[in-house]
DNA sequence: ATAGTCAAAATCGTATACATTCTTGGGCGG
DNA sequence: CCGCCCAAGAATGTATACGATTTTGACTAT
């Protein structure tokens, strides 16, 4: 899919760190003008970048209204966790007992970087987080695979973003280790266990509490500026 | 002008099923001038519309050298058939024992007009086939298996008229049949071989002929052609 | 004051023009 | 005769212009 004239790789690229970090949030819009100015290319580029942004469902293009960053449902959510459950599934059921000693080295090198980047608070242990399972994917030797993963770890990121809360993978430096191990074991058992309750905690809990929120109502979640209207 | 869309859907939706008619070949080069003036088109929109399709892989766009029909590897090939046993299987996994009889009847529908196009020769009834599998992933209720499913079916086609036989599907109707049977009753077990084995024998057998084929070399498969042209 | 209407501004959809790159066929030198 | 090089033609990559649609905000009538 990287076949592509070099600046539109470098906008779309650019665009789409900016919504897996947050710095473009569910929902903005995104100007073609705006953005080739900001980039220095034509609307014929930014169009083609945010054409493939879409593809990837990272954003919305409506006709005629322009495109937005996307801000996918909960319903949405659920389907994509689901997916991607079944998904890694099939992963490590392709890799349990058969890596390379080679293959081991880079998923640890993969969990160090994760871990040090954590531990110094970087906010990048979260790139290095989702890029572990990316990793995974391509290790399979499925280029299929690997691209699905691409997709369905980018929407998880932009999901968690959504709804997630703060500190949303503060144990999963620990859970990588433990399925690294898993898989050279070739322990299969325990490590679909492992995976499943991995992706558990990370993304169906964050959208269960989101659900719970939701139920509140808007008038709940309105209710504590009410005040700060009042003593304006 | 008419509605945003439109014009490209058009262009999209014919050229796709020109390619998975065999109307356009694999290596066939699409040109946007040619293409643009056959529909009525600028190249603007054709080439939103050739985009699509690669976003698909069932075009290649080469940088400054055009688009061209894909041609699939054999590496792909496999690789699209492994993937695409996985995600059959949990597609009946998720309908097994669940299937309400309105999606019975749509399901029993959808397999007679299969069996009529090929009982009368029509040719559609490849189309139909393919669409018995999108069906079953529509009725999972999750808009990605299904978005998956269309593109895995839509490669497959387009792969077995690269690599297959003629006549790929002759028994596909009755396996058909079998696959609801056990849908509905909930017959797990059997259910998931027959679905193997119903793929094992669509896909796999014609890149395995087409495997043998490859290994001959090219010497071999240019042989009859050198008698015809010393007679010239 | 509020709701409805409408015109101006902003933004998108498409066409077209120009620049760049690749292909092709012919000529030149070995 | 063969291979290399280069120029002409063709096709793509990008920019820009223009028409169409949506949005916004102000104005009028009730």
């Keep these: 899919m990287k076949q592509r004239g070099e600046r539109v790789d470098a906008i779309y690229a650019g665009l789409r760190l900016a919504i897996l970090e947050q710095v473009l949030q569910p929902g903005t819009k995104l100007p073609e003008d705006a953005i080739g100015e900001q980039f ?14 879409a593809s990837e469902e990272l954003v919305d293009i409506r006709p005629n209204r322009g495109a937005v ?3 996918p449902s909960l319903e949405e959510a659920r ?6 459950q079944d998904v890694e599934q099939l992963v490590i059921r392709r890799l349990c007992g058969n890596l ?5 080295k880079r998923l640890e090198a993969q969990i160090e970087a994760e871990e040090r980047a954590h531990h110094e608070g970087r906010p990048e242990y979260i790139r290095h987080a989702a890029e572990f399972h990316l990793v995974l994917a391509e290790m399979t030797g499925s280029p ?3 691209r699905y993963m691409r997709q369905l770890v980018g929407r998880s990121a932009l999901i968690l973003g959504l709804y997630g809360r703060p500190r949303w993978t503060d144990c999963s430096v620990q859970e990588h280790r433990d399925l690294v191990t898993c898989l050279v074991e ?3 058992e325990r490590l ?29 979640l309105l209710a504590p500026y009410v005040d700060a209207a009042r003593s304006a």
Excluded: C, Y
């Excluded at 220095?40 to 942004?53: D, F, I, K, N, Y």
């Excluded at 389907?79 to 991607?84: A, E, K, Q």
């Design 40 to 53: 220095g290319a034509s609307r014929t580029v930014v169009r083609r970048a945010l054409e493939l942004l």
């Design 69 to 71: 960053v996307a801000k």
């Design 79 to 84: 389907d994509l966790f689901s997916v991607r």
């Design 100 to 104: 390379t000693p080679a293959q081991v």
């Design 144 to 146: 299929l695979l690997a």
């Design 186 to 188: 070739g322990n299969s």
């Design 192 to 220: 679909e266990h492992l995976m499943h309750d991995h992706l558990e905690a990370v993304l169906s809990r964050a959208i269960d509490t989101a659900t719970r929120d939701k139920d509140r109502g808007i008038r709940d």
